[in-house]
């Protein structure tokens, strides 16, 4: 059974850099097909994807948000980890990792993720 963790501050201050550590467990994060991926749900919106970092180390970003964002992994410690810069309050959400079996899987459709974290954006 893949098990996913979000972990990371719930309080970052206006300009300053949210990071955000994902810890897989039940497989390794090098497994073939395997998507890791970021998504988030502002209060009163719907999911947001973020963007991923593969198998194999691809990233792919969301392009709204790809200016500010880094997606890295360490394979030592099977986690994955989300660094997004200069944030302001509309970067206030629940942050979800998780994973899909390809690159077009829809959030919709990924198989495995974490509980999510509240992040609040605030000085």
């Known amino acids: 059974q893949v098990q996913l963790q979000e972990s990371g501050p719930g309080l970052v201050k206006p300009s300053q850099t949210l990071s955000l550590t994902c810890t897989v467990s039940?497989?390794?994060?090098?497994?073939?097909?395997?998507?890791w991926s970021w998504i988030r749900k502002p209060p009163g919106k719907g999911l947001e994807w973020i963007g991923y970092?593969?198998?194999?180390?691809?990233?792919h970003y969301s392009p709204s948000l790809k200016s500010r964002t880094w997606i890295s992994r360490d394979t030592s410690k099977n986690q994955f980890t989300l660094q997004l810069s200069s944030v302001t309050p509309e970067d206030t959400a629940v942050y979800y990792c998780?994973?899909?079996?390809?690159?077009?899987?829809?959030?919709?459709?990924?198989?495995?993720w974490g509980q999510g974290t509240q992040v609040t954006v605030s000085s």
């Open positions: 039940g497989a390794p994060i090098t497994t073939e097909y395997s998507y």
């Open positions: 970092i593969s198998y194999i180390s691809d990233t």
């Open positions: 998780a994973r899909g079996e390809s690159a077009a899987t829809p959030p919709s459709d990924y198989d495995y």
